[in-house]
């Protein structure tokens, strides 16, 4: 998984290297910074394991909810067709558990049907891009672009439910995949609308640990486990125009 986001970020970085070569040749560009608010819905989506010792490796034990999330950005443009992102987004995931799987052992003790509630909070570092820019450099700005956006984060697990003892707060490592559109209402006003896939790497996003079956039909602890939750989102940008640097 790190390396295909890796791979992604090097080829659309050389892409749009290559579009701002072009349009450096016409018309000047002053960079500039942005802020932003999101709100929009969340939802676990997977656990998956790239263990090949699996009968298989795609776990969702869930009725998964859709929840609230709210988002504030920060974004500096270097150029028509490539900026940077940071952003805070404070959301919840949480569902019910799908009776085509046995309880598991740590569900004593709770209430049944057995539910999960992750409080989470979430920062992302992202490379932008303005697809629209790195496909026509030469073009004049659209009143509307498509973007994609991919990157790094942190991502805070707050376990409501406290299923095991050793703790109910985990920080953990992610990464962002994000597309959408972008439409400019007038120079400093814009709203996108957008979709953000994070891979965590973690098996607590939903509390409870994954188990399996090998190859050979005994049971085992899965722990190289990554899992996946979306934010779909509506979010107002306002260009602040030139700051500093």
Aim: aromatic letters at 12%; proline letters at 3%; hydrophobic letters at 40%.
């Amino acid at each position: 998984m790190r390396i295909v986001f890796t791979q992604m970020l090097v080829f659309l970085l050389f892409t749009c290297a290559s579009a701002q070569g072009y349009r450096l040749r016409g018309v000047g560009y002053t960079s500039s910074w942005e802020i932003g608010i999101s709100t929009g819905v969340s939802s676990f989506l997977t656990s998956l394991s790239p263990t090949t010792a699996l009968n298989y490796n795609k776990f969702n034990y869930w009725h998964n909810n859709a929840n609230p999330g709210i988002a504030i950005a920060v974004v500096r443009n270097f150029s028509p067709s490539l900026g940077i992102e940071m952003n805070w987004l404070n959301t919840r995931l949480d569902g019910r558990w799908n009776d085509i799987f046995p309880l598991p052992s740590i569900s004593g003790g709770h209430q049944i049907p057995l539910t999960y509630n992750s409080q989470i909070n979430q920062i992302d570092l992202m490379a932008a891009f303005n697809l629209n820019q790195i496909m026509l450099p030469g073009d004049a700005e659209d009143v509307w672009h498509l973007f994609m956006k991919t990157g790094f984060g942190m991502t805070q697990i707050i376990d409501k439910k406290k299923f095991y003892p050793d703790g109910s707060s985990y920080i953990k490592l992610s990464y962002a995949l994000d597309a959408g559109i972008s439409v400019s209402l007038n120079e400093k006003i814009k709203l996108m609308l957008g979709s953000t896939f994070r891979s965590v790497t973690t098996d607590n996003l939903d509390g409870v640990h994954v188990v399996s079956k090998d190859l050979n039909g005994k049971e085992v602890a899965v722990m190289n486990i990554f899992e996946i939750y979306n934010f779909t989102y509506l979010r107002l940008n306002y260009n602040l125009g030139k700051i500093g640097f």
